[in-house]
Structure formats: C-alpha cells, structure tokens
C-alpha cells in the first residue's frame, strides 16, 4: 500500500485542488490522504469565494495523517498566505520528508488569485529549499525568477534559477506556451534537460491540468519510481484526461481522471 499526501485547497466544482488530486491518487492506485489549507467556492465558471484554514488546523491535518498513517510522498498546491507556507514548510522539516512535489498554484484559470502576492517571496525562501520536484506553469515560472519564457533556452535559464533556491528537480510546464502545436514539459535536474511532448488538444476543458499532472508525478513517486519515470507516466495520465475531457458546466470543463486507466483497458 503506497500512501500520498496532498496539502492543497478545495475546488467544490470538482476539477482542481484537493478533489483532482485524491481523483488522480485512486486512479494510479495509491492511497491518497488530505490537508485542506483552504476552501474555494468554484466551478467551471471562475471561483466565486475563498476562506483560508487556520494555520492551527492546517497543522493539525498534518500531525493527524504523520502520526497515524504515514506517507511516502506529498505535493503542495494552494497555500495562500505566507503564514501557510511557513506552517507547511516546518511541518515539511518535522518529519522529514523528502520525496515533496511543489506546484506553485498561483492564479485559477479565471484569473481569480489563489496565492496572495506577497506570498511569494515565502513560496521561494521558506517553501522551495524542501522541494524535490517544482512544477511551475509558465507564468508561474517567470514570477518566482523575475525571468521572461519564450524558449526552451529560457525554460532552462528559469529552471537553473529555481535550482539555486534548493529545489532538486524543476519541470517547466508548457500548457500556457500557445504559440506551438505541441505541449512541451521541460524536466532540468541540475545538471540535464530532458523535455516531454505531447500534441496541444484543442479543448477550452482544462480545469485542474497543473493539479493532476502533479498528483500523477506525486502518486509515481510515492511506488518508488524515478523522477523521469514520475514525469513519463504523468505525461500520459494527463494527456489521456485532456484528451477525453469532460464537458461539464458552462465555463472551463474538468479534465476526465478515469480516461488513462480506461484507455489501458483497466474497466471495474
Ligand atoms: N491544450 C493542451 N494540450 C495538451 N497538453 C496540455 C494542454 N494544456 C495543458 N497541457 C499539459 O497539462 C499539464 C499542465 O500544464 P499547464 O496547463 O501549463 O499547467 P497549469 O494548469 O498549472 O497552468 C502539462 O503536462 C501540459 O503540457
Ligand atoms: C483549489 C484550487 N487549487 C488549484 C487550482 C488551480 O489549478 P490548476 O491545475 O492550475 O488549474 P486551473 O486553475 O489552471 O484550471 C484551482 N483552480 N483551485
């Protein structure tokens, strides 16, 4: 039984945050646990509220799963408020953990703000010196490095500076770079690039693409498999979910997290 964690935020519309993360946990077959950091009214129309959770309750979330179930490997997505990240990065430290996947959530498809600017400064002191995987998006990216992406050679430019704040391994991700017909992911771990390709589908249905493609890498790590390993097997996992996506609601769908075990033929 491999068990993952996921410190992250609540998308009541089902798409992103916590709910794709466990979505994508089950679907990879690893037992997946929760800490809610915060509470979002949303769907597929934008996000219409925000109540962050207690530093307290955060940390107790943490203590509760740490204490009792144990956990192989934990992603962060929405953290909100600098205080939130300094109560994740410590309880990070606590236990010492190490196989930790940080997507920096910053702003919801909508443009709706999920990470409070002056956050940001604490996502890359506090948060990413424990960070053995970072999953920017583009504009994510060039917030943390003050960097402008418009190639691979800036992709990897962003991702060096990402790594001169500890983190071990960055994966660019190419969902924002519009100008191609490809999605292109770019893997650095300090030392080599490796990139990942699929074909862009055309589809407004993305909602949660950033969420799942990391939970995949988190849920790969957590069964004992290698980064590159992690980040091939994502790549399909979303892939497959954009591809068959969901048309629900009247804004951006979600993305379809039963589609790559169902292409595997795997049916209950
Ligand atoms: N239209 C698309 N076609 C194919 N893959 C996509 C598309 N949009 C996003 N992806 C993939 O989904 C994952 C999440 O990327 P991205 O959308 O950049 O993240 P975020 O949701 O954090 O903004 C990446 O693997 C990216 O390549
Ligand atoms: C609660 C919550 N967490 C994260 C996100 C952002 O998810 P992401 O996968 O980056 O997808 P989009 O917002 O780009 O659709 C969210 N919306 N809500």
Redesign the pocket.
Known sequence: MFKALTI????SGG????Q?DLKTFQELDVYGMSAIT?V?A?NTLG?QGVQPISKEMIAAQIDAVAQDLGVDALKT??LFSSDIIITVAEKIRHYGWNKVVV?P?M????G?P?LQQEAVTAVKEKLLPYAFIVTP?IPEAEELTGLRIQSEADKIEAAKKLISYGVKNVIIKGGHDENTNESIDLLFDGKDSYTFTSHRINTKN????????SASITACLAKGLSVYESVVIAKRFITAAIEADLELGSG?GPTNHWAYKRKAGITV
């Open positions: 992250a935020g609540s998308d798409g992103a945050g916590i794709a915060a979002t949303q996000v997505g929405m997507d959530v702003i919801a498809k909508g709706a999920l998006n993305t909602h949660g693409t950033g969420c799942t493609f951006h």
